[in-house]
T-cell receptor
Framework: AQSVAQPEDQVNVAEGNPLTVKCTYS??????LFWYVQYPNRGLQFLLK??????LVKGSYGFEAEFNKSQTSFHLKKPSALVSDSALYFC????????????FGQGTELSVKP | DGGITQSPKYLFRKEGQNVTLSCEQN?????MYWYRQDPGQGLRLIYY???????QKGDIAEGYSVSREKKESFPLTVTSAQKNPTAFYLC???????????FGQGTRLTVV
């Protein structure tokens, strides 16, 4: 069965420092991986995806993610964090065997302090 | 504006009542999904539909029902059989293929 894991419930970084939000996955077949961000009481916003091709994927708002097949990881990164990046981040994998549903990790709360 | 619209944003229900959450999309997407979000549990799939007049149960379908009579609409009914319905409900849609899903702004349901 497809699954993703986000090992950190919370990540704290100082503004201006680089940030990393971790995600590992378990899939049978090719992985189709996604990152979403959620602000309080709002829906999820798509940040970026990995389908195939380059292992470094660039997305919205300066975020990028590195796909590592040998480590089965898809970590979200940003070179310089902003206070406005504080939010809940979800990693997801697409399950083509069940209507293309997305299977989500538990989420990681990112807190960026000035 | 293209997108997914969920209504209402907040909903209060008395125990024993059924309520229906609305989800409409104008993205011409074939697939639509309903997720439930509880604190610390991520998102769990309730129902999904890949085509009009067809839908499938997700991981936590008990106490919920859906219909897909039009491509644009995928309403969710929370029935009195759902034991713990207080949650944040998210609707999503996606095109066919390895594409991302787009989400509505959510409906927060509270049982009073």
């Amino acid at each position: 069965a497809q699954s993703v894991a986000q090992p950190e419930d919370q990540v704290n970084v100082a503004e201006g420092n680089p940030l990393t939000v971790k995600c590992t996955y378990s899939v049978s077949g090719n992985p189709y991986l996604f990152w979403y961000v959620q602000y309080p009481n709002r829906g999820l916003q798509f940040l970026l995806k990995y389908i195939t091709g380059d292992n470094l994927v660039k997305g919205s708002y300066g975020f990028e993610a590195e796909f590592n097949k040998s480590q089965t990881s898809f970590h979200l990164k940003k070179p310089s964090a902003l206070v406005s990046d504080s939010a809940l981040y979800f990693c997801a994998v697409r399950d083509d065997g069940q209507g293309g549903k997305l299977i989500f990790g538990q989420g990681t709360e990112l807190s960026v302090k000035p | 504006d293209g997108g997914i619209t969920q209504s209402p944003k907040y909903l209060f229900r008395k125990e024993g009542q059924n309520v229906t959450l609305s989800c409409e999309q104008n993205l011409n997407h074939d697939a639509m999904y309903w997720y439930r979000q509880d604190p610390g549990q991520g998102l769990r799939l309730i129902y999904y539909s890949q085509i009009v007049n067809d839908f499938q149960k997700g991981d936590i379908a008990e106490g919920y029902s859906v219909s897909r009579e039009k491509k644009e609409s995928f309403p969710l009914t929370v029935t009195s059989a759902q034991k713990n319905p207080t949650a944040f409900y998210l609707c999503a849609s996606s095109a066919t293929g390895r594409t991302e899903a787009f989400f509505g702004q959510g409906t927060r349901l509270t049982v009073v």
